[in-house]
Each structure stands twice: as structure tokens, then as C-alpha cells.
């Protein structure tokens, strides 16, 4: 089973910046794609960035403001957001999929909260 640590959120005030870990964990498993989604209350869960070996994606909203990035000794990736907005208030879920044993998983972390206020 591969699971999914994630670290970093928080509190922080308009205009802030956080950065968020998520580390990977498990034997014999090679990761294809690990990313960020979040979902703010009565909303739907949403793709901020991911990241592959052939680049990274984002999320129109966070665009310039956002640096999704991967060490693959540690199977760890980042998300650097900074210039934070209210309306990024959410819960923000690690995600990876890839394969384990030659057989296809793909798996979320618990989540961790950022509250972006003053």
C-alpha cells in the first residue's frame, strides 16, 4: 500500500505564502503523476497542480502565484503558494497514482487545511 503524508498548512494573511509537503511511503512503487487538489466548503474538489516527468500543470486560479515541484530520492512533492487570496481557504488533498507489484494504485493523503484570513 502506498500512503500519502502531507504537511504545512495553516493560518496565514492575504498576501502570505505557505508551503506544503506530501511525502510518499511504501515498498516497491514507482509514481507516475503527484499532485494537489483542494475543496473549499460546499465545493468541488479541484486540481491545483500536478506534476509528471514531463512537466506540471495548474490550475488557471493559481497561475503565477503557485510552484508545484518533486524530489524523486524522497518521492516527496511541494507546492510553494504564495500571494495567498481568501478564496484559497480550503482543504488541500495530496495525490499519486502509479504502479505498485506491476498492478495500477492511485491514492489520496488525508488532507490538511489552509485558512487564508486576516
Partial sequence: QV???ESGG???QPG?????SCAASGSMFTIDTMGWYRQAPGKQRELVADITSG???YADSVKGRCTISGDNAKNTVYLQMNSLKPEDTAVYYCHA???RYFRRFDTWGQGTQVTVSS
Fill in 3 to 5: 500512503q500519502l503524508v
Fill in 97 to 99: 497514482d502509479g504502479s
Fill in 16 to 20: 502570505g505564502s505557505l508551503r506544503l
Fill in 55 to 57: 512537466g506540471s500543470t
Fill in 10 to 12: 495553516g493560518l496565514v
